[in-house]
Each structure stands twice: as C-alpha cells, then as structure tokens.
C-alpha cells in the first residue's frame, strides 16, 4: 500500500474546499459564462491538476506521480460524454444559461461525494476479489459496443427513475424561480425545474461512475491516487462543459476516440488479473504506456474532427448565418 502522509490529504481536502469556495463567490451573480470566461477558469482547473500531480510526483514517486497523471488524463477524457448528456439534460429541461453553473456545481459536489463511496468501494472489491477485474473489463467492453453503436444517444432525462422518483416525493412546478430551488405555492413546498435538472445531472453521473471507476481503477489500486485524480477531474468539469458547450457537435470522433481509450482499458484490465491470477508471466501495460495510449487516441480524436468535420459542421462553418 501506498504510503500517503497525512498532511498530504490534508493539503488536498483543504485544495478542494477552497477550490470550490473560490468558484462559488466568483459565480455568486447569475451570468451567462462566456467563451472566454470558461478558457481562463479551465486553465485554472487543469493548472491546478497538475500542480497537485507535481506534488504527488516529488512527495510520492515516479510511478505514483505517473499514475495520478494517467488517471487524471483518462478521467478528463470519458467527461466528455457527460458533457454531451449535460447538453441533452439542460436542452430538456430548457434551463436558461445564466442558471447551467449554479446546476453544475451542486452536481460537481454531489459528484465528489458518490465518486469517493464508489472508489473507496472499488478499491475494497479489487484489493480482496482480483478477479472481479475480469468483471470490470467486461463492463468496459460492453460499454465500448454501446458508444459505437449510438445507444448512448437515447439518453430521456425527463424519463429517468431519479427524475420520477423525485416528482413523487415533492411537487414540481413548471415555472423556474431565478435560481431558488424550492418555492412556496399555496402555502406549500414545492420544488423548481431546477432541482429536476440536479437530480437528473445526479442520476447521469452515477451511470457514468459504470465506466469511469473500473476504468481509474486498471491505473491504480491506491485510494489516494485514484480519488485524487477523479476529483480534480470533477472540478474542472464545469469550465470544460462551458468551454465547449458550443463546440461539442464539432467534435464528431471524440465518441469513438472515448470507445478507444474503453476497450484499451479493458485489455489492460484483463492483462493485470491475469498477471495476478494466472501467471506472472503474462505482461502487465506499465502506466507510462498507458498514458501515452490516452493522450495518442484524444489528440488523434480531435485532429481527425477539425480536418474531417461533420457535413452539418461544415456547412454552419461555410455560412454562418444558419446558425441563427
């Protein structure tokens, strides 16, 4: 196990309280979060990112430093297919733009918090049952068949069980109320499309936990590394979606490059059980080449997307004034 000192947990806790302190005075007005404003914070979030990775690297080691990376950057690259369904939520829902980061950042939190129950409930699994990494890399196979084939498209945010369940519990009135979450009608509670939209965002990303904690978990076993890294993924998450809320369409490879990196991880998934249960001589995938594996197949991605953009794409980029 890996040797964490306290004070470098510590060091993190505080980094993402104040991480999320900071963001929340910073966007206490309710605004429409521009192109440029979105660049500027998401190089504050990766900047922060890898600051902590230098850290880790320098209190750590090498291949804990390597592995953080690595689980950062792979974090950072199956986000976005949360932001095509963020897109999908908001579009349903019709939530006005001034109000789409007072949604993300409840959803940051809730994220930050089902995130660490599954990972710590990962890391548990993997260190008593190893063979339960077979299991993980079939998810991730399946997973991989999903995205190639669009059913991740039929997304209903309105038709999820969290969005019922939560119609049941308390009324929903059709109506925002600026960015109030509950309103009184009649004497009575009732709840904002708002709350909706956070439940619904909620919902999305404990689907995409599916993936996303088998797949941190064929990088690193280690409590540390893998909650770290998630969780500075998470943080960045709503510049990123701001940043490429009008981009994501243009991006038409991205999907397959994420089904890529799925079925790379499931191999590697494979590969360590069996090194674990079967033979030692079967080859183990060093994190470095993993690393490289990812940045290769996002960089190739989003290379083949801009030289090869889709027909509808090309044909906003040659006129413009369709887009209105």
């Known amino acids: 196990m890996l040797d964490v000192p306290l004070w470098l947990w510590a060091a993190f806790v505080v980094t993402v309280v104040v991480s999320l302190t900071v963001d929340l005075l910073a966007h206490r007005d309710t605004h429409v979060i521009g192109f440029k404003e979105a660049a500027a914070w998401s190089a504050v979030w990766v900047g922060l990112a890898l600051s902590f990775g230098a850290i880790v690297f320098l209190v750590l080691g090498t291949t ?44 940051v939190i809730g994220a930050l918090v089902f995130r660490g129950v599954f990972l710590a409930a990962g890391v548990a699994l993997v260190s008593r049952f190893t063979a339960v990494l077979f299991a993980f890399a079939a998810v991730l196979f ?17 038709g999820s069980i969290a969005v019922r369940l939560l119609r049941k519990v308390v009324p929903v009135r059709d109506e925002y109320a600026g960015t109030k979450f509950f309103v009184k009608e ?33 990088v690193s076993d280690e409590a540390f590394i893998v909650y770290t890294s998630n969780a500075f993924a ?3 998450l709503r510049a990123l979606y701001f940043l490429l809320a009008g981009l994501l369409d243009k991006f038409r490879y991205l999907g397959q490059g994420v089904a890529l990196i799925l079925a790379f991880i499931g191999v590697k998934l494979i590969l360590q059980a069996s090194h ?24 190739v991605s989003v290379l083949l997307s801009i030289r090869h953009p889709s027909s509808a794409t090309a044909r906003k980029a040659e006129d413009p004034g369709d887009e209105d």
């Open 186 to 218: 009649a004497g009575k509670r009732v709840a904002t499309p708002l709350l909706a939209v956070v439940v619904a965002i909620e919902a999305a990303d404990l689907i995409f936990a599916v993936d996303s904690v088998p797949a941190v978990l064929a």
């Open 234 to 236: 998470i943080l960045g």
């Open 64 to 107: 804990p430093g390597v592995d953080y990376t690595t689980a950062w950057l792979l974090e950072k690259s199956l986000s976005v297919d949360n932001l095509f369904v963020f897109a999908l939520i908001f579009a349903y829902f019709k939530v006005p733009r001034a109000y789409q980061h007072r949604v993300l950042f409840f959803g």
């Open 276 to 299: 674990k249960l079967i033979s030692t001589s079967i080859p183990e995938i060093p994190s470095p080449i993993s690393l490289a594996v990812i940045a290769t197949i996002l960089a």
């Open 142 to 158: 399946y997973s991989t068949y999903k995205i190639l084939k669009g059913d991740e498209d039929r997304f209903d945010p309105g």
